[in-house]
T-cell receptor
Framework: GESVGLHLPTLSVQEGDNSIINCAYS??????FIWYKQESGKGPQFIIDIRSNMDKRQGQRVTVLLNKTVKHLSLQIAATQPGDSAVYFC?????????????FGQGTILTVHP | GAVVSQHPSRVICKSGTSVKIECRSL??????MFWYRQFPKKSLMLMAT?????????EQGVEKDKFLINHASLTLSTLTVTSAHPEDSSFYIC?????????????FGQGTRLTVV
């Protein structure tokens, strides 16, 4: 399943499917990007990050892709599980600003059906 | 385990009263912390940057007299919502960056659900 963050803020997939969550950013000065997972009533939890000198980074079951040309970021989750159900946010840090000062994207609600 | 602790996790207060929210870095020092606000089904919006030993830096549109920030030590920042009104009801989240330069990661607290009645 695939979502476009600004137009389709919800994504429903079946357990075991791969999920793709997209994010468009607007600030070309941003050089550090992070994906967070937020469960209901909790703070954001770090998933994976990527710097602007890279276009791909892999973690455990997750991959982040960065396309600086079109200012697009995606999060791929392999073999999605019910525990992956949450809201996913991309966040960016602008070069020259304080490390940790983040601008968050709209967010995508991921629902995984057993 | 959590590296940033936020307290309380939930608070209900009456209109006109003030509420203080604490954000603590547990095993590292943070000269800078950040406060965000989140409405239901919305994204996090940065409110202000809390600076240890100096005044906080507020984002455009955030009332500094309404949202008082104090960063009196290297491990504690507080956000006080003064003369709270129902429209101040929201989820407030703090973060603290740990690390140096490009090896910095932002850790978030658990959030505080404020309900003003």
């Amino acid at each position: 399943g695939e979502s476009v963050g600004l137009h389709l803020p919800t994504l429903s997939v079946q357990e075991g499917d791969n999920s793709i969550i997209n994010c468009a950013y607007s600030n070309s000065a941003s050089d550090y990007f992070i994906w967070y997972k937020q469960e209901s009533g909790k703070g954001p939890q770090f998933i994976i990050d990527i710097r602007s000198n890279m276009d791909k980074r892999q973690g455990q079951r997750v991959t982040v892709l960065l396309n600086k040309t079109v200012k697009h970021l995606s999060l791929q989750i392999a073999a999605t599980q019910p525990g992956d159900s949450a809201v996913y946010f991309c966040a960016e840090n602008q070069s020259g600003t304080s490390y940790g000062k983040l601008t968050f994207g709209q967010g995508t609600i991921l629902t995984v059906h057993p | 385990g959590a590296v940033v602790s936020q307290h309380p996790s939930r608070v209900i207060c009456k209109s006109g009263t003030s509420v203080k929210i604490e954000c603590r870095s547990l095993d590292f020092q943070a000269t800078t912390m950040f406060w965000y606000r989140q409405f239901p089904k919305k994204s996090l919006m940065l409110m202000a940057t809390s600076n240890e030993g100096s005044k906080a830096t507020y984002e455009q549109g955030v009332e500094k007299d309404k949202f008082l920030i104090n960063h009196a030590s290297l491990t504690l920042s507080t956000l006080t919502v003064t003369s709270a009104h129902p429209e101040d009801s929201s989820f407030y989240i703090c973060s603290a960056p740990r690390g140096v330069n490009t090896n910095t990661e932002a850790f978030f607290g658990q959030g505080t659900r404020l309900t003003v009645v």
